[in-house]
Nanobody, 128 residues
């Protein structure tokens, strides 16, 4: 059984930093797609950063240069380092996984439809 558990959310002022963690267990196979997503109140869930099992990592334009997605294989933990945070980054953040690497090739607007497993989320609030 796959489990994803996020942590690290909180409230910070604009310009600050946070690091989110996602402890993953139960994932099998050599081809997968891992992702960080976020959903603000009243908005659609959107992809923030994705990582293919071959190591390729991509970021949404709105976070490129500010967020960094890393994976500690030994600890089975995903991280999202978020710097230069803005009020518009305020959202519930989720980690997700798909057991097919091809999911990482979906358009950003469709990525969340391809994910097989989701964590429960961690709330990030940025004040101006």
């Amino acid at each position: 059984q796959v489990q994803l558990v996020e942590s690290g959310g909180g409230s910070v002022q604009a310009g600050g930093s946070l690091r989110l963690s996602c402890a993953a267990s139960g994932l099998t196979g050599s081809s997968y797609c891992l992702g960080w997503f976020r959903q603000a109140p009243g908005e659609e869930r959107e992809g923030v950063a994705i990582r293919h099992s071959d190591g390729t990592t991509n970021y949404a334009g709105s976070v490129k240069g500010r967020f960094t997605f890393t994976l500690d294989v030994a600890k089975n933990t995903l991280y999202l380092q978020m710097n230069s945070l803005r009020p518009e980054d305020t959202a519930m953040y989720y980690c997700a996984a798909a057991q097919r690497g091809a999911v990482c090739g979906l358009p950003w607007t469709h990525l969340h439809y391809g994910m097989d497993y989701w964590g429960k989320g961690t709330l990030v609030t940025i004040s101006s």
